[in-house]
């Protein structure tokens, strides 16, 4: 098997134990997932099954949509429910909400949760902020496309915005919404994430649990794959029979009249692999037909 499961990750259980889940429903090992949820978080995870999962860069550096929302009013430890939560200040204007939210769309230098999964001096943070000995994370730089505010409801003690973003790889959320929050001098958290979108893949076409469940103890898991190929942004390249078994052997190929850069390479419509093309010279870079159809 050789494919991508869209699957639609409830609320509490890891991104890891999606995996678990799909190597018992599938009978394979080599399965793995493109983009980290939190277990707060729902929404579309990319498994990669068998040999797709050498494709996990690729699947996981474009862009991602989110239905987000931030609690203003209150500021978290964690930068989301988890806590603990304390009062912030006094409550925004919807106009105001609306400035702070544009200031975060664009190219900028994006401080990490200190409840993350990154590393500084081989520690990880979320270990080091749960004993009390929180890492001074660098600033990395991040992108958003679009934060389009959804709605507002106001309470007495806080104001829920829903967002729809757009953002680029390595995006935090929870950092968008700590940051929204002092701007605007009230303190702000996330309260719940949905990721709609993926790896080009979307929640409305995604397969929850249980029906993936359901679909393999009918023997169809492997319906609900989808191939590699069509989730690849990149060019593509057909070549031969006889191309196709040098490129598969790690040979580079002369190819004419096509642009310097990466492509997927196929033959016959199957997907062998990801090449790079130089001055009209295919070199392997990943390569898989020996694992296509298996």
Known sequence: MLGVVNLDKPVGPTSHDMVNLLRRLSGIRRIGHAGTLDPLASGVLPILVGAATRFSADLTGGP?????????GWRSATDDGQGPIVPGGPLPTVEEVGAGLDSF????????????????????????ARAGSPLDL???????????????????????????L????????????????????????LAALRRTEAAGLRVADAHDPEELEALAAAGRIADVLVPVTDLLSLPRLQLSDDQAARFVHGSAITLQGSPDGRAAVLADQRLLGI??????????????????GD
């Not at 230098?109 to 001096?121: E, L, M």
């Not at 757009?166 to 958290?189: E, F, H, K, M």
């Not at 090449?275 to 037909?289: Q, R, S």
């Open 64 to 72: 991602k949509r989110y239905d987000a929302v931030i609690r203003l």
């Open 105 to 128: 769309v664009g190219t900028f230098d994006q401080r990490p949760p200190a409840f993350s999964a990154r590393k500084a001096g081989g520690r990880t943070a979320h270990r080091e």
């Open 138 to 164: 660098p600033a990395r730089q991040v992108s958003v496309e679009r934060i389009a505010p959804l709605e507002t409801t106001r309470g007495d003690d806080h104001l829920d915005l829903r967002i729809d």
């Open 275 to 292: 090449g790079k093309l130089k001055a009209g010279i295919l070199h392997p870079e990943k390569v898989v037909a020996a694992e296509v």
């Open 166 to 189: 757009i953002c680029g790889p390595g995006t935090y959320v929870r950092s968008i919404a700590r940051d929204l929050g002092d701007l605007l001098g009230c303190g702000g958290y």
